[in-house]
């Protein structure tokens, strides 16, 4: 599911390579739904939920659009087929760092952190791909995930809990009432860039 595969690639990038600002933040969530632009479905069909301020009749032409390339490229690649390969994870990392892109780098992160996730569940990915399209699971078989069961959702949930707990704690720290009441918006700015840096 796409929030699990948003949530984890959050918290991997909170700890392993944080950003630094939070168009990076979006950058990692979109590079985490990505490669299931192979399934035909999913909220990488859906740009309109996550492009924001689109006239709403050509954000719905641009979603079916959008979903008709995605079913094609299923009916074509096959769903956690060669969008699934790790190396095009490391190919993006690769052309970030030699175009000097760090955006890039953001949604290379993201990409890995979706195909490391899906080597959880039950169904694996083609880690060796293209030389090999055996699915590789990482997990003894009795302890994958399988995808959209109770498991994944509750794994989702604790994840999403547990980022929302920790913006939360640093908002926290820094909330006066009246001090917010007398000097707003620069109070706001002020817990903004302390959560931003809490972030990194
Ligand atoms: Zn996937």
Do not use: C
């Amino acid at each position: 599911m796409s929030s699990t595969h948003i949530a984890l690639a959050l918290l991997a990038a909170k700890f392993v390579y944080p950003p630094a600002q939070a168009t990076d933040w979006a950058l990692v969530s979109l590079g985490a739904i990505a490669p299931d632009f192979d399934a035909g479905g999913g909220m990488i069909t859906r740009p309109s939920q996550w492009i924001p301020g689109l006239p709403r009749l050509f954000g719905r032409a641009l979603d079916g659009t959008t979903k008709l390339v995605s079913q094609a490229t299923r009916e074509i690649a096959g769903h956690r087929g060669p969008l699934h390969y790790p190396i095009i994870a490391l190919g993006l990392w690769l052309a970030a760092t030699f175009a000097d892109l760090p955006w890039l780098r953001y949604i290379a992160f993201g990409y890995a952190a979706h195909i490391l996730a899906d080597a959880l569940t039950r169904a694996g990915v083609p880690l060796w791909g293209p030389f090999s399209r055996r699915d590789v699971g990482f997990l003894p078989r009795s302890l994958r995930i399988r995808t959209g069961s109770a498991t994944e959702r509750l794994l989702g949930g604790v994840v999403w809990g547990y980022l929302g707990f920790s913006l939360y704690q640093v908002l926290r720290q820094g909330f006066n009432a009246q001090e917010l009441l007398t000097n707003g918006s620069a109070k706001i700015q002020q817990l903004l860039a302390r959560a931003m840096r809490y972030l990194q």
